[in-house]
């Protein structure tokens, strides 16, 4: 029983942060929906000049959230004020992560997308962490010890770089967690929109990486891009082609598909 109250106890910030994130992300998606149906409360008041997009607060609330818990250094009730900060700030950023990622407001794009597809994997990650499942730690490698940890880290950790370079997003998150997906993804051909492909592909390289994605999107990418389209709202330039959007929900089976 002690030991469940210690564990309860050192998990609250965590359940906090996941919690806190998760909620956030829902309320702010629900809310710009309201206010781009022009239903509700909630109305568009921008005619032009400057706008403050959320991911202002909530940089600024990470911010807070960040130099609160190294302040209090775990103490209650400081870490699940921090957790709590952290949970909404990030959430309020990775809303927008694609307009960051572009330098453009792309929100209601299909490109705008790929901010639903990085925070429904940032709150799978979190609730693997919650469940205990930590891939840093070395304690859970029974069979070759810390050793083969400490060796086989940097490879994973750098797979994972690999993945995000040629613009497999998804696959590197998932990648941390499980090692062979990063391994994988890190191999194989980059998207054909990836910083990887447009630097170091040769033209036939970069077409035989165009017609392999779109291979894959046909075949898998529109489960992932109707999910987002439930969540995020339907774009406004669905007219494009979705055979080749910009990153597929479903990069993770990418990374293994042929």
């Not at 997308?113 to 469940?131: K, N, P």
């Not at 990648?175 to 630097?199: E, K, Q």
């Not at 055979?243 to 293994?256: F, Q, R, T, V």
Request: overall charge positive; hydrophobic content about 50%; aromatic content about 8%.
């Amino acid at each position: 029983m002690e030991l469940l109250d210690d564990l309860t106890h050192q998990r609250l910030p965590l359940f906090l942060l996941f919690a806190s994130f998760t909620v956030t992300f829902v309320v702010t998606r629900v809310i710009t929906r309201l206010i781009r149906a022009g239903k509700g409360p909630f109305k568009n008041n921008v005619s032009g000049g400057l706008h403050v997009h959320h991911m202002v607060p909530g940089l600024i609330l990470l911010l807070v959230g960040a130099f609160v818990s190294v302040g209090v250094n775990g103490v209650e009730p400081g870490a699940s004020i921090s957790a709590v900060l952290v949970g909404i700030g990030a959430s309020l950023v990775l809303d927008e992560f694609a307009l960051i990622l572009r330098l453009q407001d792309v929100y209601w794009s299909r490109e705008g997308q790929l901010s639903v597809q990085v925070v429904a994997l940032t709150v799978a990650a979190l609730g693997m962490v919650l469940l205990g499942f930590n891939p840093f730690n070395a304690e859970a490698d029974v069979e070759f010890g810390p050793v083969a940890f400490a060796l086989t880290a940097p490879i994973n950790i750098a797979a994972a770089i690999f993945c995000v370079v040629k613009g497999k997003y998804s696959t590197a998150i998932v990648g941390v967690f499980i090692p062979i997906f990063a391994w994988a993804g890190a191999i194989r051909l980059a998207r054909p929109r990836s910083t990887w492909a447009r630097r170091r592909y040769s033209p036939a390289k970069l077409e035989k990486s165009t017609a392999r994605a779109r291979h894959f999107d046909k075949r898998w990418g529109r489960r992932g891009l109707s999910i987002g389209d439930w969540i995020a709202g339907k774009p406004t330039d669905d007219a494009v082609d979705p055979a080749l959007p910009e990153e597929s929900a479903d990069e993770a089976g990418d990374a293994l598909a042929s």
